[in-house]
């Protein structure tokens, strides 16, 4: 049974802890948006499209209890009005993803046209926000099972070495189950790849500073029984140097694709491109269509959310290893105190580094004018 971050029956919304994760599995309550806020804002559920699920659902489940004890006005028009506010509100909760605000962009829209319906009242609008915020988890599972199948794809056809039977792979930070509603994005290609029988193994950095890639996907690797080893981001050259370790690509998810393909992700993935581009190395995105931002022209225009310096300065981690429910956490220093920090939580890799952009619906590679176009990608698409 493979990782579950998000459990919504349509009634209740409960998320697995990423805040305890590698050393505990506790799932905790979300039941209105300001709790929605504060897990995403706390990291307690993270990854890009992850983040969006839970705002909008977190939503959902307040709106079903209102409904539920009568709570809600008659007035469409003053549930959407309810409604935009909690968008506008969860949008705030970190800034650099773009799914959230492209969900929350939907989500209004959806209100908008109800309103406009003349037999709208406040409680089918709430309703219709519960259905459509079910469709949404449904979709994004279905939406990471196909990125990993044509990113699977496109490697063996475009990265395997010749002579070789299985690759090996580098991915950076956390794009398994536990970044999305299931499967994950650059992780579902590699699961993809597992299930072919075509992957020999999987490396994942550590990403520092805050470990997603240690914590998270390490975690998710062995808990799903493929073949995986950690390195720490300062081993990447090293690895891709090393004849033995034959790297084939590096597939890392994205927050926010811009109009031009650059790329904001977790900080470490601009250096992880500069690496591949040395040694020859494909280097790609795996992404739902949300995360493209085609109202972003380029990287320059990507607000990178900058974290606290304790991230950095201090580590922390269970005294105890393995897992037990009386875990007693410490924080340790890592770092000589006083010291300046700077903390980027992400930052843009150029789209001149990137040699594919893996969508649900096909690779997207640069035109002959070494440009991506993603008009394509978006024709018939609702939004
Ligand atoms: O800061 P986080 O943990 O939310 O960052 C997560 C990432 O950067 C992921 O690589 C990204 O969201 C990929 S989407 C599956």
Not at 78 to 95: A, D, N
Request: proline share 4%; glycine share 8%.
């Amino acid at each position: 049974m493979s990782l579950q971050a998000i459990k919504y029956d349509g009634k209740d919304l409960l998320i697995l802890d990423q805040l305890k994760l590698p050393y505990v599995e506790e799932y905790v309550p979300v039941r209105n948006a300001q709790e929605g806020w504060h897990v995403i804002k706390e990291m307690r559920v993270r990854g890009a499209p992850a983040i969006a699920i839970v705002a909008i659902l977190s939503l959902a489940v307040e709106l079903r209890s209102l409904l539920l004890y009568n709570r809600l006005s008659n007035s469409a028009e003053e549930v959407g009005v309810f409604i935009k506010e909690k968008l506008q509100y969860l949008v705030t909760s970190r800034p650099t993803a773009v799914n959230l605000a492209d969900a929350a962009r939907k989500f209004e829209r959806i209100v908008d046209e109800h309103i406009r319906e003349e037999t709208a009242t406040g409680q089918t609008l709430a309703e219709l926000f519960l259905r459509e915020a079910g469709k949404m988890l449904a979709s994004d599972l279905k939406d990471n099972q196909n990125i990993g199948a044509h990113g699977a794809k496109w490697i063996l056809e475009h990265a395997r070495r010749p002579g070789q039977d299985k690759i090996n792979v580098l991915t950076h930070c956390n794009t398994g189950s536990l970044a999305t509603s299931g499967y994950g994005t650059a992780l579902g290609v590699i699961r993809s790849l597992h299930s072919n029988g075509a992957l020999s193994r999987a490396y994942c950095t550590e990403t520092r500073p805050y470990n997603q890639g240690a914590r998270l996907t390490a975690f998710e690797l062995v808990h799903d029984k493929i073949p995986a080893t950690l390195i720490t981001d300062s081993m990447a050259a090293a690895l891709l140097a090393d004849p033995k370790a034959s790297i084939s690509a590096i597939i890392v998810g994205a927050d926010r694709v811009a109009a031009n393909g650059d790329t904001a992700n977790k900080i470490g993935t601009y250096g992880l491109a500069v690496l591949a581009k040395h040694h020859g190395v494909k280097f790609l995105v795996a992404a739902p269509r949300t995360t493209i931002d085609r109202g972003t022209k380029s990287g320059e225009d990507i607000v990178i959310e900058q974290r606290p310096a304790v991230e950095v300065t201090k580590i922390r981690g269970p005294v105890d290893s393995g897992i037990s429910n009386g875990l007693s956490m410490e924080t340790i220093r890592v770092a000589a105190p006083g010291i300046d920090v700077w903390n980027p939580a992400f930052d843009v890799t150029p789209a001149s580094l990137i040699d594919g952009i893996i969508t649900e619906v096909g690779v997207v590679e640069k035109g002959p004018d070494g440009i991506f176009h993603f008009d394509d990608i978006f024709a018939g698409a609702s939004s």
